[in-house]
């Protein structure tokens, strides 16, 4: 998707602050200071419309004014969808761009997602994993959107956070474990015992651009202690939010 006209940079608000954006699969994008933000979508009603349009186009004989008629307005639905999600991304990037220093994005394989996705520009719904209510195409390409809006307005303020371990890693002391993820909303680390909500954890790990590397694990074979050293380490301050490499 291209913008004709590339933004002027927004200033940098000098504060030195730091904001982390995880991309979620029931929200769009969490942020690490707790906000949960939506990039909109059309409404299952506006879906079914399409649908229904583009059924009878199809069904109507060929060259016909109803023919026309009904692909011209499923293509007008869609492209209420673009407008919306380009609104949003206009509005949540100034936000970004005014609010915080540096930006740092999780790092997406937005290609991947949108092969799985295959066809949903042109059929919505066919080849796409509906489970949800959620078509991964559109978001993945708001989410895409957002990423270079907000780099055109915050030019060489943005960074990008290799992320495949941001939902399990622990923002508190780093530590990286599967169990810690104890539900879609809920973060419980099985080390410290840290509690916040997954997606704001995920988000913080962001923030401190931690993620893609796994902390390297103390071996449990001196003596099992695994679980002592970790609840020791996160008594320590940690410098995570500043964005020191811890190691
Ligand atoms: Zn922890």
């Known amino acids: 998707m291209a ?24 929200i769009t994008a969490a942020l690490s200071d707790g906000r949960k933000l939506n990039c909109p979508q059309l409404t299952v009603k506006e879906r079914a419309r399409i649908r229904k349009h583009e059924r009878r186009a199809a069904r109507a004989k060929k060259g016909s004014p109803e023919k026309r008629a009904g692909y011209a307005k499923a293509a007008r639905l869609k492209a209420r969808e673009v407008n919306r999600r380009k609104d949003w991304c206009e509005k949540i990037s100034t936000l970004l761009a005014r609010g915080f220093d540096l930006i740092r994005f999780e790092k997406l394989n937005i290609k991947n997602m949108t092969r799985s996705a295959k066809g949903t520009v042109e059929q919505p719904g066919r080849n796409v994993a509906q489970k949800s209510g959620l078509n991964r195409g559109i978001l993945a390409q708001g989410w895409g959107l957002l990423r270079q809006r907000t780099e055109d307005k915050a030019p060489g303020r943005v960074e990008d956070v290799p992320a495949p371990y941001t939902s399990l890693r622990c923002s508190a002391c780093g530590w990286i474990e599967k169990k810690s993820r104890k539900s879609q909303a809920d973060f419980e680390c099985v080390s410290c015992g840290f509690i916040c909500n997954a997606d704001e954890n995920a988000a913080n790990n962001v923030a401190a651009g931690q993620g893609g590397i796994p902390r390297p694990r103390r071996s449990a074979g001196a003596g099992g202690v695994t679980a002592a050293t970790s609840r020791s380490n996160a008594r320590e301050p940690q410098p995570n939010w500043v964005g020191i490499p811890l190691f």
């Open 3 to 26: 913008f004709a006209v590339v933004p002027e940079p927004v200033p940098a608000p000098g504060t030195g602050e730091v904001i982390g954006i995880d991309r979620g699969v029931t």
